[in-house]
């Protein structure tokens, strides 16, 4: 099964994948990526070619999800972290296609104009009323689309899991202006509870993510969902909603990710049980 926010980025560009005639995707990612695995799994359901251009050497950890890709059939090469800095230059992309043959490029963490209009379905699936919407946010593809969709007095608050640039921002304005024609403003991204930056930690995060678990029965990971909890209770906490505000948060999956953190993480092994 293909599941969370990454196979609804990945809908419409396998779509348009095969519309163009391609039988390969390429796409790139880290030894732990929540994309990588959902390229894997949707590409071999769907009868793709998959390859994986991963961050790192061969002696980047073979981490459960870089296992469970080759296991899928995606053919994994390795990109140095320098040439991977520069891997969406056009120059690269063309000189992978020479070494590799012809493919249907998705970015690494499958945020175009094509994954905006998957996420886009996630609105009309909501079938509660709302005045706030949450969810984590990386590159902005959740954010992106979701933002045409709302009715005007609905506002959206996006806990980013990057450390604090108002290129994120300007990145989903450009998108949205892109896909839409229009600038929309009712949407923010709050930098204030990436805890340090991708994939880092702190002490708090674990703690939340365990009593979560104990209060609600709900497993989060600590690249995305925790983080984005984390915020939105501290925030509740803090009075920053208006008595009465109905919130939704988006529960946006990654749990995939939780079993490459055991190494990490040995507080959080049992979430992966
Ligand atoms: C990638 C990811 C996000 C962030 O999505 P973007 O479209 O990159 O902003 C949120 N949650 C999970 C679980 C993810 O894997």
């Known amino acids: 099964m293909v599941q969370g926010n990454k196979w609804r980025k990945l809908k419409y560009n396998l779509l348009e994948a095969r519309l163009n005639g391609q039988h390969t995707i390429l796409t790139f990612g880290g030894a732990y990526s929540n994309h990588i695995y959902a390229v894997a799994a949707a590409a071999k359901i769907f009868h793709f070619k ?10 980047t950890v073979q981490s459960p999800t870089l296992q469970f890709a080759a ?11 320098e040439t991977y800095r520069h891997k969406e230059d056009a ?19 499958g945020t175009n104009i094509f994954a905006l209009e998957g996420v886009a379905e996630i609105i009309p699936e909501l079938n509660v009323s709302y005045d ?13 689309r979701f933002s045409k969709r709302f009715k005007r007095r609905e506002e959206a608050d996006w ?9 994120l921002t300007g990145k989903v ?3 949205v202006q892109e896909y839409t024609g229009e600038q ?15 994939a880092r930690i702190k002490p708090e995060l674990i703690d939340f993510i365990k009593q979560f678990k104990r209060d609600y029965d709900i497993t989060l990971e600590p690249v995305y969902t925790g983080k984005m909890f984390y915020g939105l209770f501290d925030m509740i906490q803090k009075d920053v909603f208006a008595k009465g505000t109905r919130i939704v948060a988006l529960h946006t999956g990654g749990l995939q990710g939780l079993s490459g953190y055991p190494a990490y993480f040995p507080e959080l092994n049992y979430l992966t049980k």
Do not use: W
């Open 173 to 175: 304005n450009e998108l």
């Open 50 to 59: 998959a390859i994986g251009i991963i961050r790192g050497d061969e002696t």
């Open 159 to 167: 806990f980013s899991s990057l450390k604090g640039t108002d290129t």
């Open 91 to 109: 120059a690269n992309i063309e000189s992978l296609r020479v070494q590799l043959g012809d493919f249907y490029y998705v970015p690494e963490g």
């Open 184 to 198: 929309y403003s009712n949407f923010k991204v709050n930098f204030n509870y990436h805890f340090g930056g991708y």
């Open 71 to 81: 296991s899928q059939g995606m053919q994994l090469h390795y990109m140095d972290r």
């Open 132 to 144: 706030y919407l949450c969810t984590a946010c990386g590159t902005g593809g959740n954010v992106g």
